[in-house]
């Protein structure tokens, strides 16, 4: 099927409820995205409720499954030592500008709780993240 297709019977059966771009993607590589015509496109969009990691890098999708074959998801009204080792990481990171942080709502708060860091984060140089 090509982008049009796709979107044509999406249109059919889904709501709109983002007002989707007409475009499908087919598979991702680091920071591009491929349509399923063979278009490449890079990815500067953070989906809802995520982080841009790229695409198919092989740490990321270890972690990824070393994740999901313990936990998916776990509202964030319960604790998890993820959770807490990052809370940790991040306010070591910021040195003595924070003490404590808050893993906001749930929905597309995180995208914008991750945005909130951007700026003190980007003076730092912290090998290896």
């Known amino acids: 099927m090509n982008n049009a297709e796709i ?12 007002g989707c771009i007409p475009l499908a993607f087919e598979r991702g590589d680091g920071a591009y ?8 496109y890079l990815d500067f969009f953070c989906g809802l409720a995520v ?5 198919g890098h092989p740490r990321v999708i270890r972690a990824i499954k070393e994740q999901a074959e313990k936990l998916t998801h776990v509202s964030n009204v319960f604790h998890t030592e993820p959770m807490a080792r990052l809370g940790d990481r991040l306010c ?16 597309h708060g995180r995208s914008v709780g991750v945005a909130k860091f951007i700026k003190p984060i980007q003076s730092l140089k912290a090998p290896g993240l």
């Open 7 to 18: 979107v044509e019977l999406a249109h059919r059966s889904l709501a709109n409820t983002y």
């Open 33 to 40: 995205l491929y349509d399923v015509e063979g278009n490449k």
């Open 51 to 55: 982080t841009s990691l790229g695409h």
């Open 92 to 107: 070591r990171l910021l040195e003595n500008r924070i003490r404590k942080l808050s893993y906001p709502e749930e929905r």
